[in-house]
Each structure stands twice: as structure tokens, then as C-alpha cells.
């Protein structure tokens, strides 16, 4: 059963990398992958990204992959955000709802029973000085498992006003 996850898994990487590669608005993407498709409270994912320009705005996803396994129609998650001149605002909580809490639906895009969903969580974001910054998020649920979480990322892409 773990390998057809994993396969499924890989697939659906494969296809969101190929999907994402000709987006010229993209910064940077990372994603990690928990070790038994469990988010563990002590992991705390880090990405770090490069920021070389300080005059444009950027929006900032969280994506998430769970499988239908998971236990809860919602995330909380805690970000923590540090740049070149220490700690950028305070940390932050986000809710992120992964179904609909009246259906059970699952929100984003799915394949079999693995749901992909991207949420903004730091929209239309300015950087005050060039260099590398990290985001680090941490899972705020009030257990220490959290089974069926299978990945945590971060996209980071430059805003665009919507017309």
C-alpha cells in the first residue's frame, strides 16, 4: 500500500514540475516530504530563498499534500520568516482548510486518494533587503502526529495585479 502512494506520490511531483517549469513569475519552489507520510511536531521544514530585487511584490503559497487518510478538514501552521536583518514581522498562524468542513469534499486537485492544494498565506509581500531569507513552518495542531500529511512547501512568486 506504501509503495502505490509512493508512486502515486511521485507521479504527481513529476506532473506539478512540469506543469510549474514555464512560469516566468515563479521565484522559488520547494517542497519536503514527511518520513511516513506523517508530520511530526519537532519537524519544522525550512526553505530559503534568494530575494535580489526589493522593489517588486511577492506572494507566497504554502502547498500542501495529504492524503485522504488525514484526520481533520483543517492545518493550522506557524511561520516564522528571517531575512538578512534578523526575524521579518512576528510569527504567524495560518488555518488552512484542506476540505470542506460541511462535505468532507477535498479542496485543490487529487489523484486516488493524494490531495495537492496550494493556499496564499503571505500575499502581495515586500522585501526590504536584498539576500536570503528563510521561512520556517511549524505544524500547530494539537496532536504531535499528524498522519496522512505527506509534504510541506513553499512557493514564492512575484505579484501580479489581477485585471
Known amino acids: 500500500m506504501n509503495q502505490i502512494i509512493a508512486i502515486r506520490g511521485a507521479l504527481a511531483a513529476g506532473l506539478l514540475c512540469v506543469l510549474t ?11 519536503t516530504d514527511f ?4 508530520w511530526d511536531v519537532q519537524q519544522k521544514p525550512a526553505f530559503t530563498f534568494a530575494i535580489e530585487d526589493t522593489t517588486a511584490r511577492y506572494d507566497v503559497y ?19 520568516l528571517t531575512g538578512p ?11 488552512m482548510l484542506l476540505l470542506d468542513p460541511k462535505t468532507g469534499e477535498p479542496k485543490g486537485s487529487g489523484t486516488g486518494d493524494i490531495y495537492d492544494i496550494q493556499l496564499l498565506a503571505l500575499p502581495n509581500q515586500r522585501f526590504a533587503k536584498p539576500g536570503n531569507y528563510t521561512l520556517t513552518l511549524e505544524q500547530y495542531m494539537r496532536q504531535a ?7 510541506m512547501g ?4 512575484k505579484h501580479e495585479e489581477k485585471k
Open 21 to 31: 517549469a514555464c512560469d516566468p513569475n515563479r521565484v522559488f519552489e520547494e517542497n
Open 35 to 38: 518520513p511516513n507520510y506523517s
Open 62 to 80: 504554502f502547498n500542501v499534500r495529504h492524503a485522504s487518510a488525514y484526520g481533520f478538514y483543517n492545518l493550522y501552521v506557524k511561520h516564522t
Open 85 to 95: 536583518g534578523g526575524q521579518v514581522g512576528k510569527p504567524r498562524l495560518h488555518q
Open 145 to 151: 502526529q499528524l498522519p496522512g500529511l505527506m509534504a
Open 154 to 157: 513553499v512557493r514564492v512568486a
